[in-house]
């Protein structure tokens, strides 16, 4: 199994163009994230799913679109990069929580480093 | 909203000491998740540990060790006989108990550096 895998690893954006950020794993997990991390403060939750075609907000949404039309790939959308989107993104992806059940390890991507000038 | 604490941004000790990582953490729940993760220099986000609220004794992987104070809402994490290669930032995260909820909230880290 590759696990979670991002492309690409590095990317710089001028203020103002899109770009998708690449998401895909192959353990069958139901539960996929993607949290950005900027210095100083830990990683923070964007948008996650629970399944294909379910998608919702975290906790720093604005700016950011994702869908979710199959279980393995998760992409995350930016519709018009501004500076403060400079950070590095994490995709996740865990089995989805039954009733009672108890969580299981999150395994995340290694992460793309996006730079917004 | 749960919030997470890591009061140590940087701590540095010699290899082979004993080095105790702080965190503590703020909810209303009363069945949760709490986890460390480890991030070396590549970024690769590596779990070391976890623990569920309900459990009263304390989880251990090896080297690396929790005290768990519930009431307090402090979730340390304890580092033996440590090594060059667990130079890393740490990061403390906690995950509501909610079923289907899978969301984690971390701190913001401390930069560890074990020294040669």
């Known amino acids: 199994n590759a696990g979670v895998t991002q492309t690409p690893k590095f990317q710089v954006l001028k203020t103002g163009q899109s770009m998708t950020l690449q998401c895909a794993q192959d353990m069958n997990h139901e539960y996929m994230s993607w949290y950005r991390q900027d210095p100083g403060m830990g990683l923070r939750l964007i948008h996650y799913?629970?399944?294909?075609?379910?998608?919702d907000q975290g906790e720093v949404p604005n700016g950011y679109n994702v869908s979710r039309s199959t279980t393995e790939d998760f992409p995350l959308r930016l519709l018009s990069a501004a500076p403060s989107q400079t950070s590095v993104y994490f995709c996740a992806s865990t089995t989805q929580r039954g009733a009672g059940g108890r969580a299981d390890t999150q395994y995340f991507g290694p992460g793309t480093r996006l730079t917004v000038l | 909203a749960q919030t997470v604490t890591q009061s140590q941004p940087e701590m540095s000790v010699q290899e082979a000491e004993t080095v105790t990582l702080s965190c503590t953490y703020d909810t209303s729940e009363s069945n949760y998740y709490l986890f460390w993760y480890k991030q070396p220099p590549s970024r690769q986000m590596i779990l070391v540990i976890r623990q569920e609220a309900y459990k009263q004794q304390n989880a251990t992987e090896n080297r690396f060790s929790v005290n768990f104070q519930k009431a307090a809402k402090s979730f340390s994490l304890k580092i033996s006989d440590s090594q060059l290669g667990d130079t890393a930032m740490y990061f403390c995260?906690?995950?509501?108990?909610?079923?289907?909820?899978?969301?984690?909230?971390f701190g913001q880290g401390t930069r560890l550096t074990i020294n040669p």
């Open positions: 799913s629970v399944g294909a075609g379910i998608t």
């Open positions: 995260a906690f995950m509501t108990g909610i079923q289907g909820a899978q969301k984690l909230v």
